[in-house]
């Protein structure tokens, strides 16, 4: 199998070497700038057009308003598209790439990286158990990497719309955005609040690029319980039980899951749904 790899800033290095971590080797780079490869200590082909690129899949890991045009183009010709999140940033244009997929018989897969968490999956577990719950509060709050190609609400909050939607199962009743700058200079709306509610519970959203401490921590009420969550500790705590569990990296899970032919198409257009409100 030949892979392909398109973008190798930040997230493009981290799955270069999960897949390198997981016994992938025929991997062929496309990136303009010069790749310093002391990340990983051993070299790939780099090349510097993506039409170019010889593979049976490709992971397009490049800024948001990009994805569109690359990955229309690999699945067109049939190929196996990985796209790091956000897919798009309109329901039209991720419909559009879906049935471009389906129409030459491959498969668009979206790296909803919190889809494939562990914590993720007790919590569901536990829901299922006990019932929804009354509240959520989720805080995704740090001192960057701000970005450049979206604001905070498609970068920070997409993570916890896809937990949502993942842990409810269901789409909201009413969606709610207020994108504002904490840092007058920001390039791009650093922080956003966001107020989604469901049947029976209702999330409050907070992220910032621009925060002074890091803040992982969702609040979870239920009806006779709270639940704390912290993705910074990997900690799932209720009523003084300890749920955490040990497992394997989210990425990894992610890949194996587009490797074995997975499409989340369902939860991709929930989510797009949900970020493109406009309050």
């Known amino acids: ?133 009354r509240s959520i509060i989720c805080n995704r709050m740090n001192w960057g990497p701000e970005r450049y190609d979206v604001n905070a609400r498609w970068d920070l909050a997409s993570h916890d719309v896809s937990i949502l939607s993942y842990l409810l199962d269901d789409k909201p009743l009413d969606v709610r955005w207020f994108d504002f700058k904490r840092d007058i200079k920001s390039n791009q709306n650093d922080s956003a609040v966001g107020i989604i509610t469901y049947e029976g ?27 704390y969550w912290d993705d910074s500790t990997c900690s799932i705590t209720c009523s003084g039980e300890n749920y955490s569990e040990a497992s394997e990296p989210p990425l990894h899970v992610s890949i194996k899951s587009f490797m074995n032919g997975y499409s989340n198409k369902d939860i991709t257009m929930i989510i797009t749904e949900i970020l493109q409100h406009e309050s």
Request: hydrophobic content about 35%; overall charge positive; proline content about 2%.
């Open 1 to 133: 199998m030949n892979i392909g790899i398109i973008g190798l800033g930040y997230w493009g290095k981290i799955t270069l070497k999960t897949l390198v971590q997981l016994g992938y080797q025929n991997i062929t780079v496309c990136e303009t700038s010069p790749v310093d490869w002391s990340f990983l200590g051993s070299k790939y082909k780099v090349i510097d057009n993506y039409k170019n690129l010889d593979c049976d899949k490709v992971f397009v890991l490049t800024p948001a308003n990009t994805h569109f045009e690359i990955c229309n183009y690999f699945l067109n010709k049939g190929i196996d598209v990985f796209c790091e999140k956000p897919l798009t940033l309109s329901t039209h244009t991720c419909r559009q790439l879906y049935e471009v997929a389906e129409k030459n018989c491959c498969q668009l897969f979206v790296d909803w990286l919190f889809t494939f968490n562990s914590s993720v999956h007790k919590i569901k577990s536990l829901i299922e158990r006990w019932g929804k719950p």
């Open 201 to 227: 519970t209702v999330a409050q959203i907070n992220v910032s690029w621009k925060h002074g401490t890091k803040n992982r921590l969702y609040t979870m009420e239920f009806e006779d319980r709270i639940l």
